[in-house]
């Protein structure tokens, strides 16, 4: 699995890079066929925010969230994600 992280006038700092690696390989136990998967972080009037595209062999899906805390949008974003992951399995099964 590839994740590509890209911070719109955020510093992505080691340990945001390093949490959102560890939360996204948890993706991988619902389905281990995650090709890639692009995040793009950025703040707007202090609110963080998080955008990300995940690709799975005939399927693209997308997640967004935003929180006062960039570690939080992180927890959401992967929450978000995790359940459609989940959905998609389902539908393909």
Request: glycine letters at 4%; aromatic letters at 4%.
């Amino acid at each position: 699995m590839q994740i590509q992280i890209t911070g719109q006038g955020v510093e992505i700092t080691p340990a945001l890079k390093e949490l959102t690696h560890d939360k996204l390989s948890k993706l991988k136990r619902h389905n281990m066929s995650i090709m890639r998967i692009h995040i793009v972080f950025s703040v707007e009037k202090l609110i963080h925010h998080a955008t990300a595209e995940l690709h799975l062999p005939g399927h693209f899906l997308h997640g967004k969230s935003h929180s006062e805390n960039m570690y939080k949008t992180v927890d959401l974003l992967v929450e978000k994600l995790d359940r459609q992951v989940r959905e998609s399995k389902k539908s393909t099964s």
